[in-house]
């Protein structure tokens, strides 16, 4: 097996792949709206269908009646639940389209989907039964590497306590987690280090075997942690992760300020994503002004305010340029002041879209992916 540390050269250095070798993969434009998925490891099963054919009810045992009445109920759930759960995965795909600028969708209700990104990587979409570890062992899986949080599982009622015990009844496949917050570039960045490091050290105590990395449904956080298919991983979070590797530049608190006087107002976006977290701010009477202080890494970040339950930005602060949605965020750079001045150049450098690594900074990011694997720390 080869070496399962290192960066691979994406048109940019990514940390996404565990083999430190030069090929070039190319991305996926964001304008593809299809996703192709290599063939599933079981065919789906067609539902159950009761004979048509004309039969007096009166001509029936009463035994026959009542398994038809429970065949029929058992159907108009199975129905229910498959239409639930359509409306669940198209809201998921929504989301995810808005949240990653992406045309992708995600179908929850055909079950597993994966690819192989090399020999012994498989990338794919969740388990959603115990039964999806046996297929995985009987594709000669050894690794379950879970992204997930236990939001993304509650959401479509993934029980995962169930998998996991049901997998460790299993020989020779263990399930590991490590947990990243789905649709948001920031935590991706913060975590993907420690989950590259701790994927790494899952393969190497089940060598000969293959590892299956998953988030929810495949098309973001696995992608960014093992390099892959079809997808939209956030590309700036990869790059970014990178260049703190090798620039170890450190958090710098920065002020974020409202006028007036509303009665409530936070920040959304920034370094905790546009999901449900947002961050409060705090009034200040005195200078008539609600403030939020936050440390942050180096790095550009774009956030709106939240007044009083409505979303808008400040005019009089830096603003991105629109989206393909047209909106418009506030945009702030974090900047280093104590980093040298060959640092600064190194990380402007890493964040181009050509940007590639030199040996000795490959060789410096094995070497701090062992330090990660080793300790645990980031």
């Not at 239409?83 to 969708?105: D, F, I, N, R, V």
């Not at 020999?119 to 992204?147: E, M, N, R, Y």
């Not at 996991?164 to 975590?191: N, S, T, W």
Request: net charge negative; hydrophobic share 35%; charged share 25%.
């Amino acid at each position: 097996m080869a070496s399962t540390i290192g960066v691979l050269g994406c048109k940019a250095p990514l940390l996404q792949d565990r083999v430190c070798i030069s090929r070039t993969i190319e991305c996926l434009s964001v304008r593809e709206n299809r996703v192709c998925f290599a063939k599933r490891f079981c065919a789906p099963t067609p539902l159950a269908r009761i004979s048509t054919r004309s039969v007096h009810r009166d001509q029936l045992h009463p035994l026959q009646t009542t398994q038809i009445n429970a065949m029929g109920e058992n159907a108009e759930k199975k129905t229910e639940e498959k239409t639930e759960t359509e409306a669940k995965t198209a809201e998921y795909s929504a989301s995810m389209q808005q949240a990653m600028g992406t045309t992708l969708e995600y179908r929850h209700e055909l079950g597993m989907n994966y690819a192989h990104v090399l020999t012994d990587l498989i990338v794919g979409s969740c388990l959603q039964t115990p039964a999806d570890a046996d297929k995985l062992k009987d594709a000669g899986v050894g690794v379950i590497f879970c992204l997930q949080q236990d939001p993304d599982l509650a959401y479509f009622g993934v029980d995962l306590p169930a998998i996991q015990a049901h997998v460790k009844e299993l020989d020779g496949i263990d399930h590991y987690r490590c947990q990243i917050r789905d649709f948001d570039p920031y935590d991706l960045r913060m975590r993907l280090p420690v989950a590259v490091a701790q994927l790494h050290n899952a393969i190497e105590a089940h060598k000969g075997k293959t590892a299956y990395v998953h988030c929810t449904a495949g098309l973001g956080r696995a992608p960014g942690v093992a390099k892959v298919r079809r997808c939209h991983p956030k590309l700036e979070s990869i790059k970014a992760a990178t260049a703190d590797l090798l620039t170890e530049g450190s958090k710098q608190v920065v002020d974020l300020k409202w006028e007036g006087g509303p009665k409530h107002v936070e920040i959304a976006g920034l370094d905790v994503g546009w999901g449900q977290t947002r961050l409060p701010m705090e009034y200040r009477q005195s200078e008539n002004q609600w403030i939020l202080r936050r440390e942050l890494p180096v790095g550009r970040y774009e956030y709106k305010f939240v007044v009083d339950g409505v979303w808008m930005t400040n005019p009089e602060l830096p603003l991105s340029q629109p989206n393909r949605e047209g909106q418009v965020n506030n945009v702030i750079e974090v900047t280093d002041t104590a980093q040298s001045g060959a640092s600064k150049q190194l990380r402007e450098q890493l964040m181009q879209e050509d940007a590639d690594l030199t040996s000795e900074h490959r060789a410096k990011i094995r070497a701090k992916l062992e330090e990660i694997a080793n300790s645990g720390q980031w």
